[in-house]
């Protein structure tokens, strides 16, 4: 079975850190957003600068897709609909 590290391994030997545009092919997201994520500060692969450049360590980028560390899930602008408002008050009283 084929792991992330072994994919990471193979498109890029001997790397120990990946660029934001080695990285977005990877997680088929845009340069530009990794950038502007990056700048917010609501990236979830860890990051470093190294000058001018956005670099994310590799081990980093394999922790975070094989899912050991959870993305929070965003939450969407303005009000909650009303189901959503029904099902976090059924789920407050039932851990309670």
């Not at 072994?6 to 530009?32: F, G, K, N, Q, W």
């Not at 700048?39 to 600068?49: E, K, M, T």
Request: hydrophobic fraction near 35%.
């Amino acid at each position: 079975m084929t792991t992330t590290m072994d994919i990471i391994r193979t498109m890029y030997p001997d790397r120990i850190t990946l660029s934001v545009e080695e990285l977005a092919p990877l997680i088929h997201l845009s340069t530009c957003y990794i950038r502007k994520e990056v700048r917010a500060g609501r990236f979830l692969i860890p990051w470093r600068r190294i000058g001018s450049r956005i670099m994310f360590p590799v081990s980093a980028v394999v922790t975070t897709l094989d899912g050991s560390d959870s993305p929070p899930i965003p939450r969407r602008r303005g009000r909650p609909t009303k189901a959503e408002s029904i099902a976090h008050e059924r789920q407050s009283s039932t851990q309670e």
